[in-house]
């Protein structure tokens, strides 16, 4: 069972271009979650989506940002006119159900944006 | 509110036991959880504790919860310098809230030979 896999790992954008970061959950998950990791700081929650539902976006910045997870192909964060503070680790997890403790969230490796 | 702290750096020897505390202000949290981040790579998680427990043993990993003073430690038996990572600890705030995690600053291990 393959585990959380995020395509591309690395990735860079000139400032104002558009950043699409990609998701597969582990096979038989459908709750994706994406967190951001700033250079030398903790993850922080930005988005948690089932099939296509949003269910909470309360970390998602307010412009430029925004995720999907279609029924069908991997969840997808998509950053438009980025700037340089963009710049971070954005990692996506997944689990099987929203159940808490023995249900956790298991992470991908992460896309590293670098915004020039 | 939701905030997690966690002291930034702990150098320890090889062999040695190491303990990584964490501090949280959500009384409502159900789980709490440790994951460990090795250079460039995603998180792993080692362990979890359900907060009516007060510890929790896994091999060489103890987790102790102390409730009352919202604060939390993950103590590694015979530390190896494979140990040597950015541990986390992180939080499922309040009981009505979605499956988010709020994570702590992060303590980075380092392991001396």
């Known amino acids: 069972n393959a585990g959380v896999m995020q395509n591309p790992r690395h990735l860079v954008r000139r400032r104002g271009q558009e950043a699409r970061l990609r998701c597969s959950p582990m096979k038989g998950h459908s709750h994706v979650y994406w967190y951001r990791q700033l250079p030398e700081e903790g993850l922080k929650f930005m988005v948690y989506l089932q099939k296509e539902n949003i269910i909470d976006e309360s970390g998602m910045p307010k412009e430029r940002f925004s995720a999907e997870f279609p029924k069908e192909g991997p969840s997808i964060l998509r950053i438009q006119q980025v700037v340089r503070g963009d710049s971070a680790a954005y990692f996506c997890a997944s689990s099987p159900t929203q159940r808490r403790g023995t249900d956790t969230q298991y992470f991908g490796p992460g896309t590293r944006l670098t915004v020039l | 509110g939701e905030d997690v702290e966690q002291s930034l750096f702990l150098s320890v020897r090889e062999g040695d036991s190491s303990v990584i505390n964490c501090t949280y202000t959500?009384?409502?949290?159900?789980?709490l959880y440790w994951y460990k981040q090795e250079p460039g790579a995603g998180l792993q998680l080692l362990t979890y504790?359900?907060?009516?427990?007060d510890m929790k043993q896994d091999q060489r990993l103890t987790v102790l919860l102390n409730k009352k003073d919202k604060h939390l430690s993950l103590r590694i038996a015979d530390t190896q310098t494979g140990d040597s990572a950015i541990y986390f600890c992180a939080e499922t705030p309040g009981v009505r809230a979605t499956n988010k995690l709020i994570f702590g600053t992060g303590t980075l291990l380092a392991v001396q030979p």
């Open positions: 504790i359900f907060s009516n427990m």
């Open positions: 959500d009384s409502s949290s159900t789980y």
